[in-house]
């Protein structure tokens, strides 16, 4: 069984920080890409950044500059460095991982909320 926990969410004014963490446990092999999508309200999930086992990363166009995606591979984290936070990025914040053969695995979901 394999569990993702995310940290950090919260509430922050427009042009405010915060920063995400997300572990995942469990019987792993390995992971190839973890990363990150939000969900505002009435709106589909979406990609905002993801990074793979070797450090590429892709970035949602609406984020890009503003937020850094990183990871810890030795300890199976992930991280979301959110800078300049806008209220359109106000949304839930799930934690992914592309976990070996297994394929997809979603945290619970952290509450982003940038007020104006």
């Known amino acids: 069984q394999v569990q993702l926990v995310e940290s950090g969410g919260g509430l922050v004014q427009a042009g405010g920080s915060l920063r995400l963490s997300c572990v995942a446990s469990g019987s792993i092999f390995s992971i190839n890409s973890m990363g990150w999508y939000r969900q505002a309200p009435g709106k589909q999930r979406e990609l905002v950044a993801l990074v793979t086992t070797r450090g590429s990363t892709n970035y949602a166009d609406s984020v890009k500059g503003r937020f850094t995606i990183s990871r810890d591979n030795s300890k199976n984290t992930v991280f979301l460095q959110m800078n300049s936070l806008k209220p359109e990025d106000t949304g839930v914040y799930y934690c992914?991982?592309?976990?070996?053969?297994?394929?997809?695995?979603w945290g619970q979901g952290t509450q982003v909320t940038v007020s104006s």
């Open positions: 992914y991982a592309d976990v070996d053969w297994r394929g997809d695995y």
